[in-house]
């Protein structure tokens, strides 16, 4: 079984910073591709940034520029640096795991339980 706990969430004002952290956990032999995507109420769960085990990066276009996703394989985690926030940066942040090989067994499209980020004007 894999678990991803994120931290780092919390409430900031407009043009600050806050970094994500999301830690997988289990008997992990390898994790393909990590990353963050985001919920606000009433819209559609989207895509803010996502990292390859090969170490390609691909953002959504509102935060290019802003956020910076990471990763430490070692710790099977992923990182989430977001600078310049804004106030429609507000949402729950999901972390994600496409897929993952525990104890010879894939798991896919595993979630995180979510961490609020809420930038004030």
């Known amino acids: 079984q894999v678990q991803l706990v994120e931290s780092g969430g919390g409430l900031v004002q407009a043009g600050g910073s806050l970094r994500l952290s999301c830690a997988a956990s289990?008997?992990?032999?390898?994790?393909?591709?990590m990353g963050w995507y985001r919920q606000a109420p009433g819209k559609q769960r989207e895509l803010v940034a996502v990292?390859?085990?090969?170490?390609?990066?691909n953002y959504a276009d509102s935060v290019k520029g802003r956020f910076t996703i990471s990763r430490d394989n070692a710790k099977n985690t992923v990182y989430l640096q977001m600078n310049s926030l804004k106030p429609e940066d507000t949402s729950v942040y999901y972390c994600?795991?496409?897929?993952?090989?525990?104890?010879?067994?894939?798991?896919?499209?595993?979630w995180g339980q979510g961490t609020q980020v809420t930038v004030s004007s």
């Open positions: 990292h390859t085990s090969g170490g390609s990066t």
């Open positions: 994600n795991v496409d897929k993952a090989i525990v104890r010879g067994a894939w798991y896919y499209n595993l």
């Open positions: 289990g008997n992990i032999r390898a994790i393909n591709t």
